[in-house]
């Protein structure tokens, strides 16, 4: 099969299983469609910002930058460099994936990968001070530590026995 139409056959098999299911329960229907529009808006206003910065990423941070840095090897410093990362920026953490690939693309470690995308999603700064604030110190450094050594063991596992170059 061709990879173009291959690419599409989740997005096909996804609209079908919900056509079908929006048929069955009709009164799915209002809430499924301001959900798929509330995406959309927050897509179109987002996704410039992600094109714009994988732009100047792709344009200003040379392949080489990224392989010293984050590249195989990187080591624990590339590790830490990949948590810095993905703790800073704020945003849906599908805006990462575009960025997580430009990283691939220029010779980044997957471990890295995996670790930048984790944090993203799970260690954010500004997240962490809501935290602190609501939960006490004690919680969130417990939380940040084992989720920081959960993050780079399961980097390292997915990297060894999952990542098929």
């Known amino acids: 099969m061709n990879k173009k139409i291959k690419q599409w056959v989740p997005v096909i098999a996804l609209a079908l299983i919900s056509a079908v299911l929006l048929y069955l329960q009709p009164e799915a229907r209002t809430p499924f469609g301001t959900t798929v529009l509330d995406y959309t808006m927050e897509l179109i206003v987002v996704l410039p910002a992600v094109l714009l910065l994988m732009g100047l990423l792709s344009l200003f941070i040379s392949n080489q930058f990224i392989s010293a840095h984050l590249g195989s090897e990187s080591g624990l410093k590339g590790m830490a460099v990949a948590f810095l990362l993905g703790t800073l920026p704020t945003g849906p953490v599908y805006m990462a994936f575009p960025i997580a690939r430009t990283l691939r693309d220029k010779g980044a470690r997957?471990?890295?990968?995996?670790?930048?995308?984790?944090?993203?999603?799970?260690?954010?700064?500004?997240?962490?001070?809501?935290?602190?604030?609501?939960?006490?110190?004690?919680?969130?450094?417990?939380?940040?530590?084992?989720?920081?050594?959960?993050?780079?063991?399961?980097?390292?596992?997915?990297e060894k026995f999952a990542h098929k170059p």
């Open 110 to 158: 997957v471990a890295n990968i995996y670790i930048f995308l984790s944090a993203w999603a799970c260690i954010k700064i500004p997240q962490e001070l809501v935290e602190l604030r609501f939960l006490g110190a004690e919680f969130m450094i417990y939380r940040l530590v084992f989720t920081v050594i959960m993050v780079s063991l399961l980097s390292l596992f997915v």
